[in-house]
Every structure is written in structure tokens, then in C-alpha cells.
């Protein structure tokens, strides 16, 4: 059963777009369907994490948003602090989805119950993960990929019934 969703920022969580403005601020767009989705597996009982290769104040802003538990930025190796966080939780691999959409997200995703990467991913990627998903990245990709882990365990009922 899946207890942690890890999620990919750039190109999952976002499109994957990089935007500066002239005095040099970083900008990203969450989708707020995406947010949801999160909220609710979390007032559901179960955990999220972020494990991105990138650092940035706003990834930091929107993960405690959400209540997210985890968050590691600026990772080299994402597989590294997966295993702290299993350790941490007292999970295996295979209580594990996760969700990457490049290069750099290949090691975790190889080892996960349960693979996703955005439509948009790279084609590496989409040939290796377990689903690739209807949507792209930052457009509704993490909505649909617990919508989909919540409808295979039989919770979608109770993910609906939060928010009546």
C-alpha cells in the first residue's frame, strides 16, 4: 500500500518553466488542483516529500503551504534521501510513489512501487516508469497521479467525502 508520494518540482509540480524577473527574482506556477490533491492524502494519514535538484524559496513557501513533511533541495542523488526518509518513516520501496519527469529523477523512480512522470516528460523517462500520466507537468500531473493511486486502493470515497 502506498503511504509516501515524492514529488519532482520543475516540470511535475511546475511546467517546468523558469521565469526571472529583471532584478534577478525567480518566479513558478503551481496548479492549485495539484494542491488539493496534496492537502487531502495528507488529511488523509499518509506523507508527502519533495526531492528536487534545484533550491528555491518559493518550492520552500509552497511545500509548508501544504504541510508537506519532507523537503530536500539542491539534491545530487534524490535515491540518497529517499532512503533517509524510509529509514525516518519506517518504509519500505515498496510503500513508495513517485513522480519525476528527467534524467536526474531515474534513480528514484527505477526504485519505487510506483512510477509517474508527466506527459510532457523526457522520453527516456516515459519508456521507464509504470504510468505515464494524461497530463503535463504543473497542469494537474500530481492530481491525477493520487487520484489514480486513490482509486486503485479503494480510496477515492474517502478522498471525496473531505471536501462534502
Not at 43 to 71: D, M, Q
Request: hydrophobic share 40%; proline share 1%.
Amino acid at each position: 500500500m502506498i503511504r509516501l508520494l515524492v514529488f519532482d518540482v520543475d516540470g511535475c509540480l511546475t511546467n517546468g518553466a523558469i521565469t526571472y524577473s529583471n532584478d534577478g527574482n525567480e518566479h513558478k506556477s503551481f496548479n492549485v488542483k495539484d494542491g488539493l490533491a496534496i492537502v487531502s492524502w495528507i488529511k488523509l494519514g499518509y506523507k508527502c516529500a519533495i526531492i528536487t535538484g534545484r533550491s528555491s524559496k518559493i518550492v520552500e513557501k509552497r511545500a509548508k503551504e501544504l504541510g508537506i513533511s519532507y523537503l530536500y533541495q539542491g539534491v545530487k542523488n534524490k535515491i540518497e534521501k529517499l532512503d533517509e526518509i524510509l529509514k525516518n518513516e519506517k518504509l519500505t520501496y515498496e510503500n513508495v510513489a513517485a513522480i519525476g519527469d528527467d534524467l536526474n529523477d531515474y534513480g528514484m523512480l527505477k526504485n519505487v512501487a510506483w512510477s509517474f512522470t508527466p506527459n510532457d516528460a523526457n522520453y527516456f523517462i516515459k519508456e521507464r516508469v509504470d504510468t505515464i500520466l494524461n497530463t503535463n507537468g504543473g497542469d494537474g500531473a500530481i492530481r491525477e497521479m493520487i487520484e489514480k493511486i486513490l482509486q486503485k486502493e479503494g480510496k477515492m470515497e474517502e478522498f471525496i467525502k473531505l471536501w462534502l
